[in-house]
């Protein structure tokens, strides 16, 4: 492999996780984060990028990884004070983590760039890699759903995604482009990664940005994918469920359908080994790996795996 | 005197302390406050009313009232997580006190106008009184100063109000307009008072908005200010060199002279009985008090006097 950066494409948590492994086998100066934006809210006059902070957090080593969002030992004393004030304070916010919004909100009203505010964060929250969002500009994940159309926020965290999904669709997505950073990475890129996150509402985005695609076709010998799901279901979350609503068949076969075109080397789940044939089939590589990524060996162990595809001569 | 409300245009920390005598020779439902908004700052992201704020969480009885800003007992977890990204984080906020910025922004951004927001949390805090913004309408209350052009928060508070103050100007002033219920208010009162507030820049863009001046004009004969200097000192900050910026001599007889066209009543600090005979020959009735407010007893003892003014015979 050249001496490019890695490159991965990632949503939250389950991407976080994977990258804590990944810098254990690359230095983490040569980690490129491309993190997914449509799930980012105005909320109470503040910018708040879940997916992004919730990668930097995990590569500072500041998050609070049980909880899986925010950081460790925050205190929640303005979020009380706003539950006294109003019904409405249903998106939770840490006293420390309020901080960061009031970074990123105060930057970018100033008139920096989103991704200039997320690496201004990344460093000076000491992640030692380059974060960047998929794109500068305002992309909205919405979900038409059984209880109207909703923020992908209001549905997850407001409510607990409990109504049934029936259509996803992006706002401004048409007229995004991809962040600066992110063309010249890629095509320097030693290797491309799919983190192990929802393909419908985490990836998903990432790649509808307008010429992203392209830009990972064009490196698709470069690119490997890993499975977020094992026997057909999520580590949490209601990644089946959109995943259905998007057409994508809930397992790592659909997943592998959905990626072939632009990734040539796909981990899956050791229970789902019965599946590497067909998933071969399609013309990738293969690992088989455990992926429950909860433990730091494993994630560490999938990384290797996916990095060390590309080191295989290219499957027929 | 009839059974109409009290109107009190209010500065910030002098007006709290000054009605916080008021509400115990009122009932507090009585009240009605019309605070300065030329103070006003939107600061990473938020928007922050001081004045507003310090006047309802004084009658609320949450005011840290020996600092003079924010709520007692407030912690300031957010704001010295947000002093560790950047320098620029001169604004202090308590996390309690977030909460209101946050409710009130949230609520602003929603299209909701700033008298109903400020009625909201006034409420919402427990103020049994009537807040009120001066306007709707944005004004900006900005100093020429030997250190640049400065927004006054950013002279009084990041610049500890060092620099010489040259020119006071507000912008936005011209387009503004009463908030909706002060025109009502006013007809309606028993009597306005002028809060012992800096005449400058805390009363000055009261009566500066389009309007203002007329309503108190017009009730004149029930209009009582408090002088908020005592022997040509103010209790504590800038009022004096702000007060010569203006233009207005910075003792009780300038603040009298500044307000005879408005004022029926006007009550002065012991120390300064000499000018009472002054400023009784401008056309004023004249209480003499102690008048610094640091005692609850002496506010309550200045605020009726200012109300017995009223029922006295006319001036000569």
Do not use: C
């Not at 979020?79 to 930057?107: E, I």
């Not at 690496?119 to 979900?143: F, H, I, K, Y």
């Not at 580590?235 to 469920?241: A, N, R």
């Amino acid at each position: 492999m050249s001496a490019g950066p890695v490159v991965v494409l990632a949503g939250g948590v389950g991407a976080a996780r994977f990258l804590r492994g990944l810098v254990r086998v690359i230095p983490r100066e040569d980690l490129v984060v491309i993190g997914n934006t449509g799930d980012d809210l105005w909320w109470q006059g503040l910018y708040i990028a879940p997916d992004l902070d919730t990668v930097t957090y995990w590569l500072a080593g500041v998050a609070d990884e049980s909880r899986g969002w925010g950081l460790k030992g925050d205190s929640f004393t303005a979020q009380n004070a706003l539950a006294g004030l109003t019904s409405a304070a249903w998106f939770q916010l840490g006293d420390r983590d309020l901080a960061t919004h009031l970074y990123r909100t105060g930057r970018l009203n100033a008139g920096a760039p989103l991704h200039q505010v997320t690496a201004e964060l990344a460093e000076r929250l000491g992640a030692r890699s380059r974060v960047l969002p998929m794109s500068d500009d305002p992309v909205e994940t919405r979900l038409k759903t059984d209880a109207g159309d909703l923020h992908f926020q209001e549905y997850f965290v407001r409510e607990r995604f409990r109504p049934s999904v029936r259509e996803i669709y992006w706002t401004g997505i048409e007229a995004a482009r991809p962040a600066p950073g992110i063309a010249e990475a890629m095509s320097a890129a030693r290797a491309i990664l799919i983190a192990p996150s929802n393909p419908a509402i985490s990836i998903g985005p990432i790649l509808r940005v307008p010429g992203m695609r392209a830009l990972v076709s064009a490196a698709r010998a470069r690119t490997v994918a890993i499975s977020p799901l094992i026997q057909g279901r999520a580590v949490k979350g209601p990644t089946v469920e959109l995943m259905r609503a998007e057409g994508i068949r809930p397992d790592a076969l659909g997943v592998a359908q959905l990626y072939r075109e632009i990734a040539a080397g796909f981990v899956l789940d050791a229970a789902d080994a019965s599946l590497a044939s067909a998933i071969a089939a399609m013309g990738y590589r293969v690992a088989v790996r455990p992926t429950l990524l909860d433990d730091l060996a494993a994630a560490r162990e999938v990384a290797a795996a996916a990095l060390d595809l590309l080191r295989q001569p290219a499957a027929a």
